[in-house]
């Protein structure tokens, strides 16, 4: 039951991450112009991406400082999501088995 619930939660982890780099490849593509915001359909993706990961960014914003218009927090997310992937759960799949 633990493995099923490590399995679920590393599964997760691994879509917040696409959903992130997703995020990132359509905020290039907003600000060179390539796709815009007057479309519904892009504005509503955009919407259900910036709902998705402004409550994971708000807390990483007020402590990193400003650098102007370059944002740091996905990145922090994407790093502390590979440490939580990478080397927390599988320590506590290795802990559950013992």
């Known amino acids: 039951m633990a493995n099923m619930l490590l399995g679920i939660t590393d599964y ?10 997703a995020q990132f490849v359509m905020s290039i593509l907003i600000s060179f112009n390539v796709i815009n915001t007057y479309n519904e359909f892009v ?16 807390p990483i914003r007020r402590i990193l400082p400003d650098f102007g218009a370059i944002d740091f ?10 440490i939580l992937r990478s080397y927390v759960l599988p320590e506590i799949a290795f802990a559950s088995l013992s």
């Not at 504005?43 to 708000?58: D, G, N």
């Not at 927090?73 to 590979?82: E, G, N, Q, R, W």
């Open 12 to 21: 997760l982890l691994y879509l917040l991450g696409i959903v992130i780099i």
């Open 43 to 58: 504005r509503a993706i955009w919407q259900a991406l910036e709902k998705m990961t402004e409550p994971l960014y708000r």
């Open 73 to 82: 927090s996905p990145m922090v997310v994407i790093i502390l999501i590979t």
